[in-house]
C-alpha cells in the first residue's frame, strides 16, 4: 500500500462539484468520486456541517482526509464524505453560516476559505488493500454500521442498484414498508431486515454471491411480496406490527391459506387479554401458536403461596412434598383453554413435572 500526503485548496476540491442521480457525487474537477458504492449517504446535521466551516474560516487544521487512488488515475473518498460535501455545499450556496451564504461574504473572506489547505492521505493499493483503510480509519466521527461496512466489502453493480430502493431518504421499500420495519433507511437498516429475510439470517453468502450481479431485482421483487403479504394476512394497521420480523414468516407460511377475518378477531382478543404481556408477538403467535411469543403473565409470589399453602406442598403429579422454592407456577386450566392467571387457576408443579407438562 503505498500513501502520499498532498495539501488540496478548498478551490481544487469544489471546482466541478456535482449532486445528482446521473453523475453521483464529485469534485476535484470531476476526478473525485466522493460517494462510491460503499458510503453512506450525507448524514450531517446543521451543526455538524456548520462546525466544519467553523473550523475553515478560523483557519484551524481539519482532520486529514484519505483517498483511494483509482487505476485510471482517479479518486475516491475514503474518509472525508461528509466534511468534503458540507465544504461544497457551503461554496455552492446551499446553506448559511451564521446567516451569510457563501456569496454574501467580501471578496477577501471568500478567498481565505478558497484558498484554505485540506491535507489529504493518497492511498494506492488493491480494492481489498482500500476496504481495509476504509474498516480501520472510519472509527472516528459518525461510526459505521454492520451494513454499511458490508456494503463495503461486497461493492459492486448489485450494492449500487439495491441502495436505489431501500437507503435513501423516501426510497421505495420505505413508501411501501416504512410501517412495518424498524430503523433508517439511510442507515441501511432497511437493506439489512431485507438481505436477513431473503438469505435466512445469512446476509454475508448472499451478498457474496449477488455482488457482480448486474441488478437486483430479486431481493426488491421479494420485499414487495412481503409487504402485499403482510397487508393481505392482516389488513387492519396497528402500531405492534412495526419491528416483527416479518420476513421470517412470510418464508414460512406464505404458501398457506388464512381467513384474516378470523386472524382479526383472534387478534382483538388477545389484545384486550391482561395475562398476554407481549402484544407485538400476537402477530407471530398466530401464525406458530407459540405461546412462548405472547410472554403470558406469570403468577405472583402471593398467588404461589396461596397455592402452595393449599397444597401443603404436595405436587399434585408425583404427591411428594417439596420445598415452595423447588416448585413453580402452572395453570390448572391451561391459558389457552381460557384459564386465567389467577390464585384460583393456580397449582404448584415440582420443577420436573412443570417442565414435563410443559414440554408436551
Aim: aromatic share 12%; charged share 30%.
Amino acid at each position: 500500500m503505498n500513501i502520499e500526503l498532498k495539501e488540496i485548496s478548498v478551490r481544487e476540491l469544489t471546482n466541478g462539484y456535482e449532486d445528482n442521480e446521473e453523475n453521483g457525487v464529485v469534485g476535484y474537477g470531476g476526478k473525485l468520486d466522493i460517494r462510491p458504492p460503499y458510503q453512506r449517504e450525507f448524514i450531517y446535521k446543521d451543526k455538524q456541517r456548520e462546525a466544519v466551516i467553523d473550523t475553515i474560516t478560523k483557519d484551524f487544521p481539519l482532520n486529514v482526509m484519505y483517498w483511494a487512488v483509482r487505476e485510471n488515475g482517479d479518486y475516491e473518498v475514503i474518509d472525508g464524505q461528509q466534511r468534503t460535501i458540507s465544504i461544497s455545499q457551503f461554496v455552492e450556496g446551499d446553506f448559511a453560516y451564521h446567516n451569510r451564504y457563501f456569496h454574501n461574504l467580501q471578496k477577501d473572506e471568500q478567498e481565505q476559505i478558497l484558498n484554505y489547505k485540506l491535507m489529504v492521505y493518497l492511498c494506492s493499493g488493491t480494492d481489498s488493500e482500500k476496504l481495509e483503510w476504509f474498516k480501520t480509519i472510519n472509527i472516528a466521527g459518525e461510526k459505521l454500521t454492520d451494513q454499511e461496512l458490508r456494503n463495503a466489502v461486497y461493492s459492486g453493480s448489485w450494492v449500487t442498484d439495491a441502495k436505489r430502493y431501500f437507503s435513501k431518504n423516501g426510497c421505495p421499500a420505505y413508501e411501501i414498508g416504512g410501517d412495518y420495519l424498524n430503523g433508517s433507511a439511510i442507515r441501511q437498516d432497511y437493506f439489512e431486515t431485507t438481505i436477513k429475510w431473503i438469505s435466512n439470517d445469512n446476509i454475508e453468502k448472499y451478498m457474496a454471491e449477488k455482488q457482480h450481479q448486474p441488478n437486483a431485482n430479486e431481493i426488491w421483487l421479494y420485499f414487495q411480496s412481503v409487504i402485499s403479504w403482510i397487508k393481505a394476512t392482516f389488513p387492519k394497521y396497528r402500531r405492534e406490527m412495526k419491528g416483527i420480523d416479518w420476513g421470517f414468516l412470510y418464508n414460512e407460511f406464505h404458501k398457506q391459506s388464512f381467513d384474516h377475518k378470523k386472524l382479526e378477531e383472534e387478534i382483538s382478543q388477545l389484545m384486550q387479554d391482561e395475562d398476554v404481556g407481549n402484544k407485538k408477538g400476537i402477530y407471530t403467535y398466530v401464525l406458530t401458536r407459540k405461546e412462548r411469543f405472547l410472554n403470558i403473565r406469570a403468577f405472583t409470589d402471593n398467588q404461589k403461596r396461596e397455592a402452595y399453602e393449599r397444597q401443603n406442598g404436595i405436587c399434585p403429579v408425583c404427591t411428594e412434598h417439596y420445598e415452595i422454592s423447588e416448585m413453580e407456577g402452572d395453570h390448572i386450566t391451561p391459558w389457552h383453554l381460557g384459564g386465567k392467571t389467577s390464585a384460583e387457576n393456580c397449582q404448584m408443579l415440582c420443577k420436573d413435572d412443570n417442565r414435563r407438562k410443559s414440554g408436551k
